[in-house]
């Protein structure tokens, strides 16, 4: 009998975070990145959820398509505030 080696673990998905407004809403872009969206479908930026010793963290970034690389906008605890800050980037 030989014994299996994992070498990875398949990547669970976190719900999508609840907004407190309706003015942008996410769109899953992967298990742990939504897509920003305001009510006519433009892409304001992305949420990434970071795990933290003391809880989730919310990221807010943008996509750089010049070198295709997203650019960290900030960290917050909560998702409304993420969400604020690429509204009001």
């Given at each position: 009998?030989?014994a299996?080696?994992?070498?990875?673990?398949?990547?669970?998905?976190?719900?999508?975070?609840?907004?407190?407004?309706?003015?942008?809403?996410?769109?899953?872009?992967?298990?742990?990145l939504w897509?920003?969206?305001?009510?006519?479908?433009?892409v304001?930026?992305?949420?990434?959820?970071?795990?933290?010793?003391?809880?989730?963290?919310?990221?807010?970034?943008?996509?750089?398509?010049?070198?295709?690389?997203?650019?960290l906008?900030?960290?917050?605890?909560?998702?409304?505030?993420?969400?604020?800050?690429l509204?009001?980037?």
């Open positions: 009998m030989s299996t080696l994992i070498t990875s673990t398949p990547e669970v998905p976190y719900a999508t975070p609840q907004l407190s407004t309706k003015k942008e809403h996410l769109v899953r872009a992967s298990a742990h897509r920003v969206q305001d009510a006519r479908e433009r304001l930026g992305h949420l990434r959820l970071i795990p933290d010793p003391l809880g989730v963290r919310y990221r807010a970034e943008r996509l750089h398509l010049a070198t295709a690389s997203f650019r906008v900030g960290d917050f605890w909560s998702a409304d505030d993420a969400v604020a800050a509204r009001n980037g």
